[in-house]
């Protein structure tokens, strides 16, 4: 539990950020730019690796864009052009539909790159960022109950205790701290076992398929010849990175947060053998390990703001049912996190403030609550294997269908007006409870 100490101490900052991955970043980027003083604390030297994907739908593009993230491709970014999806025995290209919320394009780059450069752009922004700080627990003022800061200790480049412990005060803590959400599990705030869960791993290799502007996903994975062996459960996709490599990866997803018992790197190591011989995906061509990750998904933890503390991305389970996508949710979350933050700052009693940074919490539920509601229904679907089977031989091949489904699972669609298409799942999110 957090730590209980007076009032009364000065702060160190406006606002703490724990954790510097892309919410993290991206609340301090938004907060120092409006202003306020942001101190961004993480246990890790950057850069750093971190197990993901890699790809960002354009959903996530917009949201690079509103921070002024430079995207050429001389900036070290691969535009990709939609996804290309494999499954029943088809293979259907699926643009990025042209909409005026988002850009017709997604892209991809390597964590270990993206992390680091949406760091370096919040510390240009005037957030002062201290590295290898881990983060413990809250502080929790003994009087009102509310968060008031952190308490730390400094860490070597392994993660070994380097010093004393530090405490860090601010008014108000922003939760940016991952899966392992210390802080929120610090306050008694548990995940919800209700709501999905994803296991994903991932590594890459040097191939001739760098350059693909494909994002493809294998909606079935074989451990032979597809149709001559066996189904393994999960999906695998290949996101092409443009520098001489891609990231190969793997995932699954269930309904609740029960852990699976799929040995997901011998799946991972099945569906490599079977890979073509021209696309390198062999051990010689491997650079690295196979690693995994927890994807928590649907909301699985909240309330998203209480007592002085925000929770932003995958601390709050941003993660999308439908697809596996975190990164566009995380930007989100920091930005309009930012945005309650400084609202509050604006207002004159401490009523004010409180109504200011509810509003973080309220705006998401708004945005995303009902897309995830679809999404969980859109898992214990899948859950089932002959309706996986049913949906990729005979869904797969339908224009108007896929058309529908790309959207929904991309959440790449018009919220406001649009095509057929646009309305039909603008509609299904109002009517789906937010809760």
Not at 377 to 384: A, G, T
Request: contains cysteine; glycine residues 12%; charged residues 25%.
């Amino acid at each position: 539990m957090g730590r209980t100490v007076q009032s009364g101490k000065s702060d160190d900052a406006d606002v703490i950020v724990v954790g510097a991955g892309p919410a993290g970043s991206s609340a301090a980027y938004h907060c120092a730019a409006a202003g306020l003083s942001v101190l961004l604390l993480d246990k890790a030297s950057f850069p750093r690796d971190k197990i993901c994907g890699d790809g960002l739908t354009p959903r996530a593009v917009a949201e690079l864009v509103r921070m002024g993230v430079p995207l050429r491709e001389q900036d070290g970014w691969i535009r990709n052009v939609g996804l290309r999806v494999l499954g029943g025995g088809h293979v259907v290209e699926l643009p990025w539909p042209e909409l005026s919320s988002y850009p017709s394009y997604g892209l991809a780059r390597a964590r270990t790159s993206l992390d680091h450069l949406l760091l370096e752009h919040a510390r240009a922004a005037g957030a002062k960022v201290q590295e290898r700080t881990n983060v413990t627990g809250p502080l929790v003022d003994e009087r009102t109950g509310r968060v008031v800061g952190v308490q730390a200790r400094p860490v070597d480049a392994d993660g070994r205790r380097a010093g004393e412990p530090v405490e860090y005060r601010a008014p108000v803590v922003i939760a940016a701290d991952g899966v392992s959400a210390r802080l929120a599990t610090g306050l008694g705030l548990e995940k919800r076992q209700d709501r999905p869960m994803g296991v994903a791993v991932r590594t890459y290799f040097e191939t001739p398929r760098h350059g693909d502007p494909w994002m493809e996903s294998h909606l079935e994975l074989w451990d032979g010849k597809p149709g001559e062996s066996d189904l393994m459960p999960g999906y695998g996709w290949i996101f092409s990175l443009g520098d001489g490599t891609a990231n190969v990866g793997l995932g699954s997803v269930s309904s609740t947060a029960a852990a699976t018992k799929v040995d997901y790197k011998d799946l991972f190591a099945k569906w490599m053998g079977n890979a073509p011989a021209e696309w390198e995906f062999t051990p010689e061509h491997q650079l690295g390990p196979v690693r995994g990750a927890a994807l928590p998904m649907g909301f699985n933890r909240g309330p998203l703001y209480g007592r002085g503390l925000l929770l932003v991305g995958d601390a709050a389970g941003m993660i999308s049912p439908f697809n596996g996508e975190g990164i566009a949710y995380a930007l989100q979350a920091g930005r309009v996190a930012a945005d309650a933050i400084v609202q509050a700052t604006a207002r004159g009693t401490a009523a004010g403030r409180e109504r200011a940074l509810a509003t973080y919490g309220a705006r998401m539920r708004d945005d995303l609550g009902g897309y995830y509601t679809l999404g969980r229904v859109f898992v214990k679907l899948i859950e089932r294997p002959e309706v996986m089977r049913a949906c990729t031989r005979y869904g797969l091949p339908r224009p108007l269908v896929m058309k529908l489904t790309h959207k929904l699972l991309a959440d790449c669609y018009e919220p406001h007006g649009g095509d057929w298409a646009d309305r039909t799942i603008s509609a299904l999110t109002r009517l789906a409870p937010a809760s």
